[in-house]
């Protein structure tokens, strides 16, 4: 009974575990270690002993080696020819190696900490919070070169052949791009007719050509945008301010960082095919200089052409007067839609740029943009401009503040000159500009003389004493009004609002129908008035408080004191 219940518990569990592990063994085969075929390249000798395919690494280190040596005889076994005609794989091999070397070192930069240097391929590198992390690979992505206006994957997968050890081959995918990319970056005519010491290795990776054909491809870039901003500024008067030619030179530096940009890459492309270490740096510059030209070339010929139709002198729009109102709020209007516009041609350009793959390869971030890492990066840098330009598009939504409105901001009498993305330009009365943050000056309270009704009434305050008479300044006070033709309506006003121990204020109320000249005018009657109260003061009764300062005032000695 004992040696049947050691039985019963042992069948048991093996049920159990042909039950519940049976499937997770079945999820794990052979096929997802590698590619199987009947034969690999069975138009090729045998692959000699000198290469080592066991490893993606090795396998490319094996192709180089051999390829840089001359011996195509090895370095045609790291390719998979199985799409070739049995007949022509011998044949093509040769050059096909010869397609894929000009490759690798003009095009492909290859990152080797990021090629796995193990069997199964497996990224020891990757996070936790990768698909791939942890698990066996049979195809590495290495690059991907664009041909034709789509890009090509470069790949390197793991085969096994019928009775033979698994090998790391270029797929033939690759393979069969292959004479379309070697026509596309192999040697130009122009380094064919280069001599052979030209051709030798120089450095860092380059050719003797390379190191003298990059600074003369940048010089002959520089000459292009000289020659034409010379072009383009010819009978151009700067001392014009709109002149006929405004829409061309409102284009000049856009056109020209796009010839610069176009001759940079005719050379790059044509003229020298630049090894893959400069053309890691040439690639992304030609297609940033191209987005940016163009988004450029938008932005100042839009400019030009709303400068002819809007203007937006803030001296000339803060003038009062019939249709005034309308053309600052259209003046302000405009200029937001144009900020707005701006934003998402910025969006615009940066997605352009970001979709470009060999671009974000070249640039090593592709990893963070696919996280979204870069994304929160920009954003978190970026909030307080988002703010801004988010608050300066209320402003000229809500019109608060217009073109050329008159305010008094923080005690400063100014003019709205401007509205930007992230400040508010004010021309102070004494022409200085105030700079102003946008998210500063919506929290900050401000008074807006130009808005809705023009009739702003000013104050003028004078002290005087107990005896002074009033009725002669109230009598000046008026004339002045009269003879800066202001209506004698409720709006004019001659007060004593206070008065203490020391004498009575006076307030004096002073009209304007225009806020741009008003407080100006009330600064000369104030002047008139202290003028007029010197000369009552003299003539007759005392008008000004009879006290002096306390730091001048007499000791028990009768000697003066100062603080």
């Known amino acids: 009974m004992p040696g049947f219940h050691k039985l019963l518990l042992a069948a048991a569990a093996l049920l159990f575990a042909v039950t519940f592990h049976a499937p997770a063994m079945a999820q794990e085969t052979e096929s997802d270690y590698w590619f199987e075929t009947d034969n690999l390249n069975p138009g090729l000798p045998p692959a000699p002993d000198g290469i080592d395919r066991e490893t993606p690494r090795s396998s490319l280190e094996s192709f180089l080696n051999t390829a840089r040596e001359d011996n195509w005889d090895a370095a045609i076994h790291i390719l998979d020819l199985s799409d070739l005609p049995l007949a022509d794989q011998r044949a093509n091999a040769e050059d096909l190696a010869r397609d894929f070397l000009n490759l690798l070192e003009r095009k492909i930069v290859i990152d080797w900490y990021g090629v796995p240097d193990r069997p199964d391929g497996l990224d020891s590198r990757l996070s936790s919070d990768r698909a791939m992390a942890g698990k066996p690979q049979k195809s590495i992505l290495l690059w991907f070169v664009e041909v034709g206006g789509r890009p090509v994957p470069i790949r390197i997968n793991r085969i096994k052949a019928l009775g033979e050890e698994p090998v790391w081959v270029i797929s033939k995918q690759t393979v069969d791009h292959l004479p379309a990319l070697g026509a596309t970056y192999g040697p130009s005519k122009l380094e064919q007719m280069m001599p052979e010491p030209l051709r030798e290795p120089a450095f860092w990776g380059l050719r003797w050509w390379e190191v003298v054909g990059f600074p003369l491809g940048i010089l002959i870039t520089a000459f292009s945008g000289w020659l034409t901003y010379k072009l383009m500024s010819k009978g151009y008067n700067r001392n014009r301010r709109i002149a006929p030619e405004s829409l061309l030179v409102a284009t000049r530096g856009p056109i020209v960082l ?11 492309n044509n003229l020298f095919i630049f090894s893959g270490r400069i053309e890691t740096v040439i690639s992304p510059l030609t297609v940033m200089g191209i987005v940016v030209a163009v988004l450029w070339l938008v932005v100042n010929a839009a400019d030009a052409i709303l400068s002819r139709l809007v203007t937006f002198d803030g001296a000339e729009l803060s003038a009062i007067g019939e249709g005034q109102e309308q053309r600052r709020s259209v003046a302000t209007k405009v200029s937001a839609v144009r900020r707005f516009m701006l934003v ?23 990893l963070l943009a696919s996280a979204g890492t870069l994304t929160l990066l920009v954003a978190f840098a970026g909030r307080n401009i988002l703010s801004n330009i988010m608050a300066s598009l209320q402003i000229s939504l809500n019109q608060s503040a217009r073109i050329g409105d008159r305010i008094t901001y923080k005690g400063h009498v100014c003019s709205v000159e401007r509205i930007h993305f992230t400040f508010v330009q004010l021309r102070v009365w004494t022409g200085r500009r105030l700079i102003v943050p946008v998210s500063d000056f919506v929290d900050e309270p401000f008074e807006n003389w130009t808005m809705q009704d023009h009739l702003t009434t000013f104050e003028v305050v004078l002290r005087l004493s107990h005896r002074a008479d009033i009725t002669p300044l109230r009598k000046k006070y008026h004339e002045l009004l009269d003879e800066k033709g202001v209506p004698d309506n409720d709006d004019r006003s001659c007060l004593v609002t206070d008065h203490d121990m020391f004498g009575q204020t006076v307030l004096f109320l002073v009209p304007s129908e225009d806020p741009n000249t008003g407080w ?44």
Request: with cysteine; proline share 5%.
């Open 258 to 268: 796009l010839v610069m940009t176009v001759v940079l890459s005719l050379i790059s």
């Open 344 to 366: 998402v041609i910025a969006v615009v350009g940066v997605g352009v740029v970001l979709n470009e793959a060999s671009v974000m390869q070249s640039l090593g971030i592709s």
């Open 520 to 563: 100006t005018f009330s600064c000369e009657m104030r002047e008139a008035l202290l003028r007029e109260a010197r000369k009552l003061d003299s003539e007759a009764e005392p008008l000004f408080p009879d006290s002096r300062p306390i730091e001048e005032a007499p000791d028990a000695s009768g000697t003066m004191q100062r603080g």
